[in-house]
């Protein structure tokens, strides 16, 4: 097991809705490490866009976005009543609001924009200066931290991804149908690993999880099994 003294960096890539925060944030509080959920970030900024109409029938006005990013401060700030590190958007807290699935649906094509990558990755790179992070998203392993300690790929089948993301959406009270969510969550697979700028790549030292057929605890398990094991 890592001590305080030789903190590492965990690193957590893979699909949409895949459960790779929930395991991430358990995997922070076991080690006592902060957990970042860059998805957020990138939902922060697809919120400013829908907000400022930035975004017209699925299409970013990317100039137009360029010149508005200094505009947009992404941060994250614990929240004493839950114990999570809320995303914060220029002094609002968000986290509720980008979880809707109007933020969903227009996500990919701002996270594809080659300068909120820059803009959100540095921050990122420098949230993990000293180590001691698990960090979860589509280019942690192979483009934020390449030197990473640990890489995990995560992924399930696109029906289990649906089922668990339609449920957690419907006890939230959304109005949401199933194939929405998974034809949602296969086309943001499909942006995720087909865009020009850091697509979704298995980093080469990552080791998958598959975690279709397994309950949460299990795989928890299999992740501390893999932490144990450096
Ligand atoms: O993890 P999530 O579903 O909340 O992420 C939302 C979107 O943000 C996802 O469709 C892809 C994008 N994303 C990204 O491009 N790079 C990351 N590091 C994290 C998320």
């Known amino acids: 097991m890592t001590d305080t003294n030789h903190k590492i960096i965990i690193a957590i890539d893979g699909h949409s809705s895949c459960g790779k925060s929930t395991v991430a944030r358990e995997i922070a509080s076991k080690l006592n490490y902060i957990f970042i959920d860059t998805g957020a970030m990138y939902r922060a900024v697809t919120l400013y866009c829908l907000r400022n109409k930035l975004i017209n029938n699925g299409l970013v006005d990317i100039p137009k976005l360029n010149t508005n990013l200094d505009k947009i401060k992404v941060y994250f700030r614990f929240n004493p009543q839950t114990s999570h590190n809320d995303i914060w958007l220029n002094g609002e807290n968000v986290e509720e609001e980008i979880r809707l699935l109007a933020v969903s649906q227009n996500v990919s094509p701002v996270a594809a924009v ?108 299999w992740v501390l099994s893999q932490i144990n094991k450096l």
Request: no cysteine; proline share 4%; aromatic share 4%.
């Open 114 to 221: 080659a300068e909120v990558r820059h803009l959100l990755v540095a921050l990122q790179q420098e949230m993990g200066k000293s180590k001691g992070i698990v960090m979860d998203g589509r280019d942690i392993g192979t483009v934020v931290f390449p030197d990473a300690e640990l890489k995990i790929y995560m992924t399930a089948q696109p029906d289990v991804r649906a089922k668990r993301r339609y449920d957690e959406l419907i006890a939230k009270g959304e109005h949401v149908s199933y194939d929405e969510i998974k034809a949602n969550i296969i086309e943001r697979d499909r942006y995720d690993e087909n865009r020009k700028e850091s697509p979704l790549r298995k980093a080469a030292d990552a080791i998958v999880l598959d975690n279709s057929l397994m309950t949460p605890e299990e795989q928890l398990d």
